[in-house]
């Protein structure tokens, strides 16, 4: 046996070791259950309110998802110049309006201003809501709107600006004050953001994982250490598939799922898909064609 190989062979041996003596004393904590993800069949939540179908962000978006039996919605939130937490996706309003500016340099009147529905197109390839005024919704109105929803929160002010920095207690205020901390859930794509909101929450609110929860979590799924990831989040949005790190796995969800921990795939838009990934274990999809998630809706509702 050559040199090279008996090192080889140390080296897994030492490894198989690590592994069998982790693998013994590892005891993997479960989240806790949350009463906002306690449903017993698939969910469908609307992205942005149904982006396809209405000007995303809007009222008429929301309501028309309802129209759609939808369970909830899931909505990206910003703060304005005057700490107003508004729904919007963007740092900028260019893209919507047609304007350009920040929106954290923006009031929220002077936002309600501008037309969010400017540069919607929809389905049939025409803008209806172009000579229409399309406002901006802030998170207390859809809250209080649709109080029987769902609402999945994204936090997109970065936490390393005046704005972020601010989110987390307000969003935390605004949700005590209108008693709806059993049915959100909280994320940020900054993992940080969610830290810092948990700090005010202390787990009494479901968490949504960023960017770092998600390759921690598929990292430690696709190595031969997963029984040492301990999550800190208790739902996982992803999409089918994000650079070298496929989602779209039974194994996958069933990893998560084994810890309490939650899959909701994201900007789902065919049948086909939505069917699959339900029946493979996801918790639910987020849609914006609420007017086809309608018909997995009605083949789950009755169950």
């Not at 028309?64 to 919605?73: I, L, R, T």
């Not at 909280?186 to 830290?195: G, H, K, L, P, W």
């Not at 787990?203 to 979590?217: S, W």
Request: with cysteine; hydrophobic share 40%; proline share 4%.
């Amino acid at each position: 046996m050559g040199k090279k190989t008996k090192i080889a062979l140390a080296i897994a041996a030492a490894s198989a070791a690590v592994w069998a003596g982790t693998k013994a004393v590892a005891k993997p904590q479960k989240r806790e259950d949350k009463d906002v993800l306690s449903f017993t069949r698939p969910i469908v939540l609307a992205h942005h309110g149904g982006a396809h179908l209405a000007p995303e962000h809007s009222m008429l978006a929301f309501e028309k998802a309802v129209q759609y039996g939808v369970d909830g919605f899931k909505v990206d939130v910003r703060l304005t110049k005057d700490e107003e937490i508004i729904l919007f996706h963007d740092a900028s309003t260019e893209r919507l309006t047609g304007v350009s500016s920040s929106v954290k340099d923006l009031t929220l009147a002077e936002l309600r201003e501008l037309n969010i529905g400017e540069n919607f197109e929809c389905l049939e390839g025409n803008y209806p809501y172009k000579n229409e005024q399309v406002e901006v919704v802030t998170l207390r109105e859809l809250l209080e709107t649709f109080p029987e929803k769902v609402v999945y929160i994204d936090i997109k002010d970065a936490p390393d600006t005046y704005e972020g920095s601010l989110m987390p207690s307000k969003l935390w205020r605004l949700l005590e004050e209108l008693q709806a901390t059993n049915r959100v859930i909280v994320s940020s794509n900054y993992s940080e953001q969610a830290d810092r909101f948990n700090l005010y929450a202390q787990n009494r609110v479901a968490l949504g994982a960023g960017d770092a929860d998600i390759t921690k979590a598929y990292t430690s799924f696709t190595s031969q250490f997963g029984h040492l990831f301990n999550p800190k989040v208790d739902v996982f949005e992803v999409p089918l598939k994000s650079n070298v790190m496929n989602f779209d796995s039974p194994k996958f969800i069933k990893f998560l799922s084994d810890l309490n921990c939650h899959v909701l795939y994201t900007e789902i838009n065919d049948l086909v898909t939505m069917s699959r990934l339900v029946r493979s274990g996801a918790t639910g999809i987020i849609t914006d064609r609420p007017d086809i998630a309608e018909t997995l809706l009605k083949k789950y509702v009755n169950v």
